[in-house]
């Protein structure tokens, strides 16, 4: 496809009735100094395939892809089963993002109202929308929600919450009226330790569970906290697969669950894109930010699915608006639909079963070599903080030269003070034998 | 035929206003009502905000849009119509009455005397179709 589609003698008929001679006149206000004053510095035309085998070149420069990896920390590899790829790329879901005139794609609809459905099924909630950009920005829209509902301003949020989720919603929230407080972590435990700072302005303490070093919170006694002093309780999930084990946030009393689907048959793919959730008790649904589905029936009582109170939505309500955000991250959506379809009830509770038994023989391996300690003792899912007997970087950077494994994420690159701390994510994905082979690496 | 109560106050935005003392009790014209359509959901201020005159304090969604509503008078909310969202129909039915919104203690009591009367915003109603 061409995407300047107009011929020489078309341009120079153009810039004619303009009244210039070259395209290059009509960048003149562009100061000479800025300008890059030569050609761009891309090759003759190639050959299909000759920038097939180019590309494979540049991709097989790629090595940390074919190591043995155990870095989870927000982005996590799980299997993905295949069908998920072959579905999405049935042609009726091509143009996957939200339709103008919504009823008229009710497919579209029906797996939107399939995917809310699940997420409040997993998270124990009453209401999910149709989905967000990623975890992160859900997270910051649920600080704007809980403003909105509590007509307070100030945020409690735990330092043991994903440091870019943290740093994505300081960003995202920065010109509104929200006092972002961060709270300390308990250096045994690894959960959040310091409540104090809740106190009758504040409108959510949010947390993360399991949070960034892969402990599991004590969302019941953190849900009762927060009442008391009537705030919402705001959970965050990086690891969607944790569902699958974990007692759902809403049965601790989460008020808003926000997180990342990735997980659920979602590539990597360096960061992204990757479909946030979000989820809420029905009491607050008319404060909630995006897309949300619903059932309706007709007069002759067939059943149909319709976009459901857009009067929150910025089509609609304008500046008004619970968010800006007017639609979702339909395509990934579809695909984590298909994922927990396929697998199922069973096949989510069997995928996180296999994810905590893996992570706790590697935790249990590891906590066993000679100057190697887990570094918090609350208990864990897939991802557990090891604490070694020199820095983190050159322990993951020996790992790698010398064993051809990838062994975590040094944590130095986020806190203070945990120079020897190195997190380490175990998943499905990983074999025994690459476990054992990362234990032998780190105790030779 | 639109009903205009003689003993109420009435705004341009079409809010009516029953004047108790210091008290004012506000709700949205039958004109209004009609105008809207069904009423789903309304949109209420909390006991104790104050609004200065003509502000927003509030929205009405209605099957075909969300209106907002201002206050004719100025002052500090000090009750508000909580019910009425269990059964919004009684913003349709009974505008005048069941389907109130919020009653405000007036800053400036005098205020309501300067809104138009029932003749008044009956004449303004058919200025204006």
């Known amino acids: 496809m061409r995407y300047i589609p107009n011929s020489p003698e078309e341009r120079d008929e153009m810039l004619a009735v303009v009244g210039l001679k070259s395209a290059d006149e009509l960048f003149r206000s562009v100061p000479k100094e800025v300008q890059l004053g030569r050609a761009l510095n891309v090759t003759d035309p190639l050959a299909e395939s000759e920038v097939i085998a180019a590309l494979e070149s540049m991709a097989a420069k790629n090595t940390a892809a074919t190591k043995p990896s155990f870095i989870g920390a927000g982005v996590y590899s799980h299997y993905s089963p295949t069908i998920v790829d072959h579905l999405i790329q049935r042609s009726e879901f091509f143009t996957s993002y939200t339709p103008y005139q919504p009823e008229i794609s009710q497919g579209t609809l029906q797996y939107i109202f399939e995917f809310q459905t699940l997420i409040c099924q997993l998270t124990g909630m009453e209401v999910a929308n149709a989905s967000m950009y990623d975890g992160s920005t859900a997270m910051a829209e649920a600080y704007l929600m809980a403003q909105r509902v509590t007509r307070r301003d100030k945020i409690v949020v735990a330092k043991s919450v994903h440091p870019e989720y943290r740093e994505v919603a300081r960003t995202y929230t920065q010109h509104g009226a929200a006092e972002i ?250 074999s025994r034998e690459q476990i054992d082979s990362l234990v032998s690496a780190l105790a030779g | 035929m639109t009903s205009i109560p003689e003993n109420l106050r009435y705004s341009k935005d079409h809010e009516w206003v029953a004047v108790d003392g210091d008290t004012a009790t506000i709700g949205i014209t039958d004109y209004a009502q009609h105008a809207l359509g069904d009423v789903v959901y309304i949109d209420m201020p909390r006991v104790g905000d104050k609004f200065g005159t003509h502000e927003a304090f509030g929205s009405v969604e209605s099957v075909k849009a969300v209106s907002e509503i201002f206050t004719p008078v100025a002052g500090e909310v000090v009750e508000v119509n909580d019910g009425v969202n269990d059964t919004p129909e009684a913003v349709n039915k009974e505008p005048y009455t069941d389907g109130w919104m919020v009653k405000v203690k007036m800053d400036n009591p005098g205020e309501a005397d300067a809104m138009l009367s029932a003749v008044e915003y009956e004449e303004y109603l058919s200025s204006q179709s």
């Not at chain 1, 048959?265 to 992204?272: D, E, I, T």
């Not at chain 1, 955000?325 to 995928?351: H, S």
């Open chain 1, 181 to 430: 407080v961060e709270v300390a972590f308990d250096e045994k435990t690894g959960r959040i330790a310091d409540l104090a700072a809740l106190d009758d302005k504040t409108a959510a303490l949010v947390v993360q569970s399991p949070n960034f070093f892969g402990c599991v919170e004590d969302l019941e006694k953190l849900a009762d906290a927060a009442h008391a002093i009537g705030a919402l309780l705001i959970v965050v999930v990086t690891e969607a697969i944790s569902f699958g084990l974990l007692k759902s946030p809403g049965e601790c009393g989460a008020d808003i669950v926000v997180g990342e689907g990735q997980s659920w048959g979602v590539p990597m793919s360096f960061g992204g894109p990757h479909v946030g959730i979000f989820a809420t008790q029905e009491k607050f649904v008319r404060q909630m930010p995006g897309r949300l589905c619903g059932v309706a029936y007709d007069k002759n009582g067939n059943r149909g699915f319709v976009l459901t109170l857009s009067t929150r939505e910025q089509h609609i309500r304008r500046e008004k608006a619970t968010s800006n955000i007017c639609t979702n991250q339909g395509l990934i959506a579809l695909a984590a639909t298909i994922y927990m379809e396929t697998m199922g009830k069973k096949g989510l509770q069997e995928v996180a079963m296999q994810n905590a038994q893996k992570a706790a023989y590697a935790k249990q391996r590891i906590a066993e070599i000679n100057g190697y300690s887990i570094a918090f003792d609350a208990p864990t899912f897939n991802e557990f903080v090891v604490r070694g007997p020199l820095a983190a970087t050159e322990i993951l950077e020996k790992l790698r030269t010398d064993a051809g494994i990838v062994g975590g994420l040094a944590l130095s690159k986020y806190y203070d003070g945990h120079d020897t701390d190195f997190l380490v994510c175990v998943t499905e994905t990983n």
